[in-house]
């Protein structure tokens, strides 16, 4: 018989919810567009979170959320 997607290490619906409203406040905050090389990277990064098992998502957010640093004008 085989494995479902869960029992294959696959998210779940609410998981995916979950990461999906991280990114999508991430990348309000960082002024990033979500199909951006920084946004891809945000993906990345919460995913691997994730899979260590960061699944919080006041977690999540806490590590990722924060506005990208402007450079300082010369």
Do not use: I, W
Not at 4 to 19: F, I, N
Request: aromatic content about 4%.
């Amino acid at each position: 018989m085989p494995k479902s997607v869960y029992d294959r290490g696959l998210l779940k619906p609410a998981e995916v919810a979950t990461l999906q409203r991280v990114f999508d406040e991430a990348c309000r905050r960082r002024e990033a567009h979500p199909e951006s090389t920084e946004a891809r990277e945000l993906a990345l990064t919460l995913l691997a979170l994730h899979n260590a098992g960061m699944v919080e998502e006041d977690m999540l957010m806490e590590v990722v959320g924060f506005r990208r640093l402007e450079p300082k004008s010369a």
